[in-house]
């Protein structure tokens, strides 16, 4: 198949895109996935979360100081990743002065070959970085906490999906809306579920529990999967990863007219 290019995405923090990335990283490669799991956030801590320790992170390969291939590590079998850490923050100011400022990271990341599944774990802001996300991926999936703050932060991050392909000719769509951090016992959960439900017919995967396993996973350095593989966030996103799977061609990605 061909490689999926897909961000992790929300300008909010806290609702769990680094938790979605991570796990549904280890899920598919769970299922004979090749994948590759890039961390773009300064403070996304995937490093930590999955105890890895890379000799080079992609600050080194945006400054153009090693190969991109230099910074993949192997976790598990079909599971690579590529991690960062605070010092992307001085990445993302040598990359805004630079002349193709929105270009540099799929320039890099072009490169990289041999995967069915290339997920970024977005940083919550709409920087330089995020620009360059959206340049590159072809789907954006968009972790929800379902709440009022998290149902408008989902409008604004269609607004913002819209205006960035217009302004800069990208083709970006988000593909997957995860309602995160449902809580059925909670009546504004249970009513933004139906709320996200209605208003975005076919987008909405499998709602993700409230549960307190996913929490305790990156402690230990582990996946949900690995961690408590029978509990209620393993399950969940044991369902997420089988829908994504099924959206496996399907999604067309849009066609980019190069003038
Ligand atoms: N379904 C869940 N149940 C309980 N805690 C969760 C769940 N999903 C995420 N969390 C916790 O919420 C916090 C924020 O999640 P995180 O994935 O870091 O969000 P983001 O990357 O969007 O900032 C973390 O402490 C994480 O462990
Ligand atoms: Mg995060």
């Given at each position: 198949m061909a490689m999926r290019k897909i961000c992790v995405m929300n300008?909010?923090?806290?609702?769990a895109k680094t938790t979605t990335a991570v796990n549904l990283a280890a899920g598919l490669s769970r299922c004979d996935k090749k994948v590759l799991l890039v961390d773009l956030?300064?403070?996304?801590?995937i490093d930590l979360s999955l105890r890895i320790q890379a000799n080079y992170t992609l600050y080194d390969a945006l400054l153009g100081?090693?190969?991109?291939?230099?910074?993949i590590v192997t976790l598990a079998k079909n599971f690579d990743i590529i991690t960062s850490k605070e010092t992307l923050t001085k990445a993302e100011h040598y990359m805004s002065t630079q002349p193709k400022s929105r270009q540099l990271l799929r320039e890099l990341l072009?490169?990289?070959?041999?995967?069915d599944y290339l997920l970024v774990d977005c940083?919550?802001?709409?920087?330089v970085l995020n620009q360059n996300v959206m340049a590159f991926c072809d789907e954006a999936f968009v972790p929800t906490s379902t709440d009022f703050l998290g149902h408008d932060a989902l409008k604004k991050m269609n607004e913002i999906v819209k205006k960035i392909n217009q302004s800069y000719d990208h083709h970006l769509q988000i593909t997957k809306i995860i309602p995160t951090l449902?809580?059925?016992?909670t009546r504004i959960c249970r009513n933004t579920l139906e709320d996200l439900q209605k208003e975005n017919p076919g987008l909405l995967s499998t709602p993700i529990r409230l549960n307190s396993k996913l929490k305790e996973a990156p402690k230990y350095g582990k996946s949900i999967f690995k961690y408590a593989r029978n509990s209620p966030g393993a399950k969940d996103y044991g369902k997420l990863v089988e829908e994504v799977m099924e959206m496996e061609g399907k999604v067309v990605p849009k066609i980019e007219i190069v003038n």
């Open positions: 300008h909010k923090g806290g609702v956030d300064p403070q996304g801590n100081n090693v190969p991109i291939s230099r910074c072009d490169t990289v070959q041999g995967y940083p919550p802001s709409l920087g449902f809580d059925k016992r």
